[in-house]
């Protein structure tokens, strides 16, 4: 949250500081394209950027911070792939480190893992969807 507010704070420093970070490495998605698509789908994207296990959170932050993603959005989003994508993956991992003693524990994580990718999914599409619907001239 600090993160998250400090990029609002200091917009211009904290682009910047994005921008190098992003560039780092060849993308295959330019920074403008991703700042578009948060723009277009925000909470749904949000969601996703924060989904996926090789986006760093303090990057995360600052993009959303620098972004147009509201501070309810990054607060919904933060708490659901924190408190339980993070919880799953901490079960997850604790039943594999002794998988001979938990097969069905491990194989439970695997399950919930599984169903909360598909859950995120499912809320993208879904999300994406009202909003191509709301942009249809009638």
Not at 60 to 88: K, R
């Amino acid at each position: 949250l600090v993160s998250y507010g400090l990029a609002k704070i200091f917009k211009s420093d904290a682009t910047r500081w994005v921008e190098k970070l992003y560039q780092r490495k060849e993308r295959e998605i330019p920074l403008e394209e991703l700042y578009e698509k948060i723009k277009d789908h925000g909470f749904s994207y949000a969601l996703f950027v924060r989904a996926i296990p090789f986006m760093p959170f303090q990057v995360g932050n600052l993009l959303f911070g620098v972004s147009s993603v509201t501070l309810w959005d990054y607060i919904t989003t933060t708490l659901i792939t924190v408190a339980i994508g993070q919880g799953i993956t901490v079960f997850l991992v604790s039943m594999a480190s002794d998988f001979m003693a938990q097969k069905a524990g491990t194989v439970f994580g695997l399950l919930l893992k599984g169903l909360y990718y598909l859950g995120i999914y499912y809320i993208m599409k879904k999300n994406t969807r009202a909003e191509e619907k709301e942009e249809l001239p009638l």
